[in-house]
């Protein structure tokens, strides 16, 4: 079972493509047989985490796959890695703005994610979809929700893959992979390259800074 998360408008939107992609690719995902769920996250520190947790207990999914709006990047971000700290840069939905806060105290510096992001981006690509591996997923919900659902797998044993994409804003359709469709299909390719128990590619993916 596939659990696909995404967020709330926030920052004065009225519309966030990470839930919209999501609940899309999960209506895919079921048609063609898959078993998903889409589930709406708030863009609140103090609910988000608890919120993805009420959903891992509600669908006991095999791969969970968060998805977040990253404004400023022009294609979908495979994340790699999740770090034990909040400093938001703007309020969340409620007004708060915490900084140089733990999100799990006592709880490692980082997380790795567990999908295979490698063969996520190999697939992407050659779908015609821009993609890239990212090494930071930030210090905002975002990371939050990443570092609260690598904690929560590990809590529960760790058999789960999960990890987090953040998308690019759509209506840029002069470059590949930023319409709602093209988002919901890249979500669905990364969620089925999850489903298979083979080892991530070893291929170059990294950064020079």
Known sequence: MILLTGFEPFGGDATNPSIDAARLAAAALNASGVDAAAEQLPCVFAQ?????????????????????????????????????????RIPDNAGEQPVDRAVEAGGPAAYF?????????????????AAEI???????VCNQVFYALMHALRARGGAARGGFVHVPPVGHTDQPGQGLDALSRALQTIALQALDPSPDAAVPAGAEH
């Open 134 to 140: 990212s090494q930071t997923a930030g210090t905002y």
């Open 113 to 129: 994610g567990t999908l295979p992001i490698k063969r996520a981006l190999a697939a992407l690509e050659g779908e015609g979809l």
């Open 48 to 88: 988000a985490p608890a919120a993805l947790g009420a959903a891992i207990e509600r669908h006991g999914p095999d791969v969970v796959v968060c998805v977040g709006l990253a404004a400023g990047r022009g294609a979908v971000s495979l994340e790699r890695v999740a770090i034990n700290l909040i400093d938001a």
